[in-house]
């Protein structure tokens, strides 16, 4: 009867010790996936990170904003000429070499209108050499789950009891579960960033049909700021990519697994947690 209970015994304890690390495995898969695709696409522009989005946004705007943001440049113009005339007396001191510069401003008003997409583009491409450059400099390993990590853990669950593991199985579930959510939240986090993207560029050419004239201008600066910002967020969220992959490069067993399991938890969160503020550390830096 002894030996059936053994193999009871032993049959259970191999059921679990799988089960554990099935669940490290699929705990640790589950971020991997989400933190590497980071750079991926965080590395690229507007228009290459879904051409027929950006084709999409690029053809509203010319189509159904840059009108309007033809008739708001009109407006301006004409308002900035008026308290240009109003100013200098009704003309009775009045410069001829001013109405030359107001046909100059006039003149590069149009031409930055017209080349709205243009000048949005080059502010992304710029940034993207910063957060491409920062992707190659990256030092440690973002992979969770190593094969080194892995026999540890294996090593350590083959001298457990049956109890101890099924606690630890339980433990392993729960925070499965709370990195399952924080997976969701990094994806949330770098593909929102990108429709956040798409949605300021589609307006784009009415601040921009603003930002020669000194009263209306503070609207073209501020976006431009926004956009700055925008871009910017993708180098700041390669550096807090980088501060986690030298964080989980140390992570070891040290023969209390319970400790590295929540110690990978805690990292995870705190990366969730500076994505989701990267956007606001950004918007801070640019005013």
């Known amino acids: 009867m002894g030996w059936l209970l053994d193999g009871i015994a032993d049959w259970l304890h191999e059921l679990l010790v799988n089960a554990v690390m099935a669940s490290f495995a699929g705990m640790f898969g589950m971020v991997n996936e989400q933190v590497t695709d980071i750079?991926?696409?965080?590395?690229?522009?507007?228009?290459?990170?879904?051409?027929?989005?950006?084709?999409?946004?690029?053809?509203?705007?010319?189509?159904?904003?840059?009108?309007?943001?033809?008739?708001?440049?009109?407006?301006?113009?004409?308002?900035?000429?008026?308290?240009?005339?109003?100013?200098?007396?009704?003309?009775?001191?009045?410069?001829?070499?001013?109405?030359?510069?107001?046909?100059?401003?006039?003149?590069?008003?149009?031409?930055?209108?017209?080349?709205?997409?243009?000048?949005?583009?080059?502010?992304?491409?710029?940034?993207?050499?910063?957060?491409n450059a920062s992707a190659a400099l990256i030092v440690g390993d973002l992979e969770l789950g190593n094969d080194v990590m892995m026999d540890a853990i294996e090593a350590q669950l083959e001298v457990m009891g049956i109890g101890e593991l099924l606690g630890l199985f339980l433990e392993t579930q729960i925070v499965k579960l709370c990195m399952g959510i924080m997976a969701i939240i990094i994806f949330v986090v770098i593909f929102g960033r990108m429709?956040?993207?798409?949605?300021?560029?589609?307006?784009?050419?009415?601040?921009?049909?603003?930002?020669?004239?000194?009263?209306?201008?503070?609207?073209?600066?501020?976006?431009?700021?926004?956009?700055?910002?925008?871009?910017?967020?993708?180098?700041?969220?390669?550096?807090?990519?980088?501060?986690?992959?030298?964080?989980?490069?140390?992570?070891?067993t040290g023969g209390n697994i319970h400790g590295a399991i929540w110690t990978v938890a805690g990292y995870t969160a705190l990366l969730c947690f500076m994505l989701l503020k990267s956007g606001g550390i950004a918007k801070q830096i640019f005013s």
């Open 39 to 131: 750079a991926v696409q965080v590395g690229q522009t507007p228009a290459g990170w879904n051409a027929g989005i950006f084709a999409m946004i690029q053809t509203l705007s010319e189509t159904v904003v840059l009108p309007i943001a033809g008739i708001i440049l009109t407006f301006v113009m004409c308002y900035e000429l008026i308290s240009m005339i109003i100013e200098r007396n009704n003309m009775s001191d009045f410069d001829t070499f001013n109405i030359y510069k107001w046909i100059f401003k006039t003149f590069c008003a149009v031409f930055i209108l017209t080349n709205t997409f243009n000048i949005v583009v080059g502010i992304f491409e710029l940034a993207q050499n910063a957060i």
């Open 195 to 252: 429709i956040e993207i798409y949605i300021v560029i589609s307006v784009a050419p009415i601040p921009f049909s603003t930002i020669v004239n000194r009263e209306w201008g503070q609207m073209g600066n501020n976006y431009i700021k926004s956009l700055a910002a925008l871009a910017m967020q993708g180098f700041l969220i390669m550096v807090c990519v980088a501060i986690y992959a030298v964080l989980v490069s140390v992570i070891g």
